[in-house]
């Protein structure tokens, strides 16, 4: 039996967190002197507080800690408390992945914002348009492929194909968080009937829209917005309408789109 300090100095752990792991009950010492209260360690519960420390490392709880060092345990119960945590991990790392990739793109529009250049605005006449299409609110702008499914099977079933790039109409004033009002739209010729949720429509046609072609993925797209705006303010324009994103590739994985 060694005592706690020289336990502490092997273990690289402090006497302070051995004391409260010994409160806790999560590594009780093998022996604690009655008249002294000195608390003596073995060197067998190293192996004990080796796996404490590794699985606080992974972000367990103590008091899950506690659980899985159950004896009692059963291994399945063990397995499921992991791939919890894996799949804690996964989101969390996720999550932050896409805050790196606003930070980045808040960062290029930083840098960019006394330097852009407005040569790539134009102002177009835009004709009426037929499409089928669907409107709905999703949770977020990232949520549109439920409605770009649902569209593309309802278009493969009767056999048509789109004439032009798809495209997306925003309806909402103001950006929004959660719950996006959006409508899908596919441009066909022909007779089609609308059922269900997919209407056939006729976009209205616009006498001048300002239009910026977007290159890159949609992480970034804040940064053409952001400069279209600037141009239609400076330029003494108004926006009187909700605006379009025309995927000028695959909507699968749109890397060039014009915005509206």
Not at 30 to 58: C, H, M, P, W
Not at 115 to 122: D, H, L, P, Q
Not at 164 to 185: A, I, W
Not at 237 to 245: L, Q, S, V
Request: charged share 30%; hydrophobic share 40%; glycine share 6%.
């Amino acid at each position: 039996m060694i005592k706690i300090g020289d336990f502490s100095r092997i273990s690289r752990v402090p006497v302070k967190t051995l004391r409260y792991y010994d409160e806790v009950g999560l590594l009780k010492p093998v022996e604690v002197d009655r008249f002294t209260g000195y608390r003596y360690y073995s060197l067998d519960q190293l192996s004990r507080l080796n796996r404490i420390l590794a699985l606080k490392d992974l972000g367990f709880s103590l008091e899950q800690i506690a659980q899985l060092l159950d004896e009692n345990l059963p291994a399945a119960q063990i397995r499921g408390m992991l791939r919890l945590k894996q799949a804690e991990i996964q989101n969390r790392v996720q999550e932050e992945q896409e805050r790196l990739a606003r930070v980045e793109a808040r960062l290029r529009q930083i840098e960019q914002e006394d330097a852009m250049s407005t040569n790539e605005i134009v102002i177009k006449k835009i004709a009426p348009q037929k499409v089928a299409a669907i409107r709905g609110v999703i949770p977020t702008y990232a949520d549109q492929g439920r409605l770009w499914n649902e569209l593309d099977a309802y278009l493969a079933r009767r056999k048509v194909n789109p004439i032009g790039p798809c495209l997306t109409v925003y309806y909402d004033t103001e950006f929004k968080e959660r719950d996006v009002d959006v409508q899908v739209c596919e441009p066909i010729g022909g007779s089609l009937t609308g059922e269900g949720p997919v209407a056939i429509a006729e976009l209205p046609g616009v006498e001048m829209m300002a239009c910026a072609l977007h290159r890159g993925d949609f992480h970034n797209i804040g940064e053409t917005y952001d400069r279209l705006i600037r141009w239609i303010e400076a330029n003494g324009y108004r926006i009187a309408g909700p605006n379009r994103e025309v995927y000028l590739r695959a909507i699968a994985s749109p890397d060039t789109s014009v915005v509206y």
